[in-house]
DNA sequence: CTTGACCTTCCCATGATGGGAAGCCCTATC
DNA sequence: GATAGGGCTTCCCATCATGGGAAGGTCAAG
């Protein structure tokens, strides 16, 4: 009858799941749900909208103290675009640190793989590596030099 | 006199701090270190080597299960060299799935961002895009469409 | 009226790491 | 010898987003 859902439905239409529906509440992400008389949470259209916007900026890897921001935002009228921007870049430049980490484990390690002679024998450039004290395997405090060994 | 050192002396020669190293004794991932009579721990050049190895691999972004089967592996004489290969290759997978992952939130975060005004206006496709119901930002359970809105 | 599916709250776990408190130990200095 | 400091010990708590599960209340269909 009404547009009112509960949390399950609600989850079910916002991809947010019930149990993180009542984390967001708890943490102040989101505000207090109406309750039925039996305490049941109800949500109407415009909270399942938020949950969506909530379950996007997470597939973009925001955090959630960036979605309170962009909650904030969103709900302001009088805001710049630019403090969208800001927050959105804030966080592009996090992503691209950790992608640009990430690539270099990838780049590392295949080297390290293929000096790898996948057979029976113990001998093993992997452990090599990792246990030579000469070669700081990606060692972030010293930059990446890349000196692999390929002994195999 | 003897090689043995202290946990901070330990810590500042193989990278991990002590915090770590403490962590990674409780967990089972190295041995219980010896003890002075007054239960300081002590770290030969064996167990500093070891932390070294552990340092390495966590650069690479191995997981502390995925070192104690390396460990298991350096210390095994009649290892094969195959199964270090799969225990990195597992973790290779892992990581290019995670770069993969992190590169197409990029990849949506950029072309949010350029469609942006970035002045004072309140108009910004980057909100709209995250509340829009029609246009699933980088929804996981769609697959990658990318049909973003270049609003402003 | 029972059954089963839903809801509630509360606690615990993840993984790797750090912070901090309370208290013991050791060494150097006065 | 006493004291100051720095390092060590253990123990608990926090992060961050998420889920599992228990114990118990609610509701609709049979």
Redesign the interface.
């Known amino acids: 009858m009404s547009q009112l859902h509960t949390i399950g439905e609600a989850a079910a239409d916002s991809?947010v799941s019930a149990k993180m529906i009542r984390h967001y509440e708890k943490i102040g992400l989101i505000g207090a749900a109406e309750r039925t008389e039996a305490g049941y949470r109800l949500y109407g259209p415009a909270e399942i909208?938020t949950l969506?916007?909530i379950r996007?900026?997470r597939?973009?890897?925001f955090s959630v103290d960036d979605i309170g921001e962009?909650l904030g935002?969103?709900h302001?009228?009088?805001?710049?675009?630019?403090d969208?921007?800001e927050v959105?870049?804030g966080?592009?430049g996090a992503?691209?640190a950790?992608?640009a980490e990430?690539?270099s484990?990838?780049d590392?390690?295949?080297h390290?793989?293929a000096g790898?002679?996948?057979?029976?024998?113990?001998?093993?450039p992997?452990?090599k590596?990792?246990?030579n004290?000469a070669n700081?395997?990606?060692?972030?405090?010293v930059g990446h030099k890349f000196g692999y060994q390929r002994v195999?």
């Open positions: 991809g909208h969506r916007f996007r900026a597939n973009l890897g962009l935002l969103w302001d009228e009088k805001r710049a675009s630019k969208v921007r959105a870049a966080h592009l992503l691209r950790k992608a990430i690539l484990m990838i590392a390690l295949e390290l793989i790898c002679t996948n057979d029976n024998r113990p001998d093993c992997i452990l590596d990792l246990s004290d700081p395997a990606l060692a972030k405090e195999c």
